[in-house]
């Protein structure tokens, strides 16, 4: 189904994913209960997965490198919500600060998208509040056991892995099982006033996020299966009534055309599985905080039939380039000779001007006619950035 109607399963892995979940174990549902039927700060499904992000609160990249404790051994006795930085962001911003703009291609290049900056927020390098937003990674059992069996929480594993291929010539060392998953919700400080309207969770602070944009992955397909899915808060004017939802609209709502949703479940002359006159809303959100949160669209391979470069970015996650693709970005998620002590995100690819499409094999040292081991410069790390911006050596 991911393969032949993949907006369908992005919608019930959606329902999957959002089930309520079962008290004190990680990730499974509550079949006692409904979907849709949330207790005030009782987790969903995905919330009880492994956490990945959270700096040395991650249950998955220690800080110290250490060996992450077994799935079972996860303390689900309590909420853990910790929210992080835009690892999006972070990779884009680095490769900014760091590329040598020195001939004129580059300089050129950064130019244009100074321009385009200061015309749409949709193009802003360095939007307005970018720091507001906050980021949750989790991962569920299958990506966690992988990780932690082949050492990639630390790196050192990930360098081992690489020096491992560069022995072997093997490119696809690194190959998580096609059970595995990975959620990426981004978050955003709202009011009192919108409780009702998101899925909401409550910082140490005391501080109220409201769930803006969940993006799932799963390898359902050798390239990965890639669903976004947002708040009608970030879509349509109307939609905003509160000073939060319009502060929402006006920081994520300025779309290009080619980045508005596309749901054929829900939109267009196919789309059965929605109400009468509400586009994009799927009937069995009815009635529930589910209601407000739509599919922008899913991903399943770089290029269309007619090889049109894909393109799927959502307007919170990658607000500074809304001309992205999910699954190129990701393909570029790889590690490459350790420099020193730098970290693997210090010697990882540069995606700054890579466009959406089939990546260029050469980047990976991947040449026509160069068989020697040696020719692997990057091992790619099976489109998961998460380890590579987050494992610290080993200590």
Known sequence: MAFTNPDEYAWRLFFFLNHPAKEGIAGKPDETKKFGQLDEQAAVVWETWALASGKDKSE?????????????????????????????????????????????????????????????????????????????????????????????????????????????GNRSLITLPSCSKEVKAEWWPIDESQKTRYLWRQDE???????????????????????????????????????????????????????????RTTRGPNGTAGPSGLNGIRKETEGTIWANYILRGTETNFTSATGRANILSNPVLER????????????????????????????????????????????????????????????????MWAPIMLAQRQK
């Not at 999910?326 to 730098?342: D, E």
Request: hydrophobic residues 35%; contains cysteine; negative net charge.
């Open 60 to 168: 998955v990249f220690r800080p110290d490198g250490a060996h992450p404790v077994s799935w079972d051994g996860l303390d689900r006795t309590k909420n853990l919500f910790i929210l992080d930085e835009n690892i999006e962001r972070q990779v884009f911003e680095m490769d900014l600060q760091e590329s040598q703009i020195l001939d004129k291609t580059l300089k050129r290049q950064k130019n244009q998208l100074r321009r385009r900056r200061s015309r749409s927020k949709a193009l802003m390098i360095f939007p307005p509040n970018a720091s507001d937003d906050r980021q949750e990674v989790r991962m569920n059992r299958s990506t966690f056991d992988f990780i932690s069996s082949h050492e990639m929480y630390n790196a050192d594993g990930l360098e081992h892995l690489l020096a491992q291929a560069r022995r072997t």
């Open 205 to 263: 602070n005391k501080q109220l996020w409201g769930l803006v944009s969940l993006h799932i992955i799963t390898k359902d397909l050798p390239n990965w299966f890639w669903a976004d899915f947002g708040h009608i808060d970030c879509e349509s004017a109307p939609s905003a009534k509160t000073e939060g939802e319009k502060d929402m609209l006006a920081t994520c709502g300025n779309q290009p055309a080619e980045t508005k949703p596309v749901d």
């Open 320 to 383: 500074f380039n809304q001309q992205s693709s999910c699954i190129t970005c990701h393909a570029l998620a790889a590690i490459g000779l350790p420099s020193g002590n730098n970290l693997p995100k210090d010697n990882r690819l540069r995606t700054l001007n890579q466009q959406p499409g089939t990546p260029d094999p050469v980047q990976f040292g991947d040449v026509p006619g160069c068989e020697a081991p040696s020719c692997i410069k990057y091992l790619q790390t099976d489109f």
